[in-house]
């Protein structure tokens, strides 16, 4: 399976600032994504994060509030901005591998005040 | 719109017991279809299944799937307290990445 570490783990913050969650893969890992499990839901997709490129939203995300970057191939950041309380979520870093396997990373637990 | 639908959405047994999840989805373009288990935050992969009528195991967990149907289920057998958790299935297709999702069945294995 791949190797896939995220942090922070978890965090309290105030709404109006933001927060970078970082993602490390290892080499298995060919593509990688951002989700938010809102509590009592479903895993729902952020965006794909492209290397050297602009990510790929889906529909109801925008860069301005999930700004993502992908400089290499094995490492990821996703930035929730202007944080409110209906940010507070979970968000899952995930990477597919070649076998076309897809695996999460521990997640960051996000409370926003 | 792609649907991905589980049920039952929740399920209570008794600690030896047997339970069938179940996951049917209408897409276009299958290409796969992925099982996990969620404790706490992270879900954790179990299965991927591609063919229909291939048994995958893992222990005490075994699943199939039916494309002509276009369902699946996750069996799990003699079931432990440790198999407490929220059952994802997850259906990807040809031509876009993401996977999409079932709202899970909540499995509560009483002692």
Known sequence: SAVISQKPSRDICQR????????????????????????????????????????????GFVI??????RPNLTFSTLTVSNMSPEDSSIYLCSGRTTQETQYFGPGTRLLVL | EDKVVQSPLSLVVHEGDTVTLNCSYEVTNFRSL?????????????????????EKKSGRLSSILDK???????????????????????????????LTFGTGTRLTIIP
């Open chain 1, 16 to 59: 109006g600032t933001s927060l970078t969650i970082q993602c490390q893969v290892d080499s298995q890992v060919t593509m990688m994504f951002w989700y938010r499990q809102q509590p009592g839901q479903s895993l729902t997709l952020i965006a794909t994060a492209n290397q050297g490129s602009e990510a790929t939203y889906e529909s």
């Open chain 1, 64 to 69: 301005d509030k999930f700004p993502i970057s």
């Open chain 2, 34 to 54: 992925l099982w996990y288990k969620q404790e706490k935050k992270a879900p954790t992969f179990l299965f991927m299944l591609t063919s229909s009528g291939i």
């Open chain 2, 68 to 98: 002509k149907e276009l369902f699946s289920i996750l069996n799990i057998t003699a079931t432990q307290t440790g198999d407490s958790a929220v059952y994802l299935c997850a259906v990807a297709i040809f031509g876009n990445e993401k």
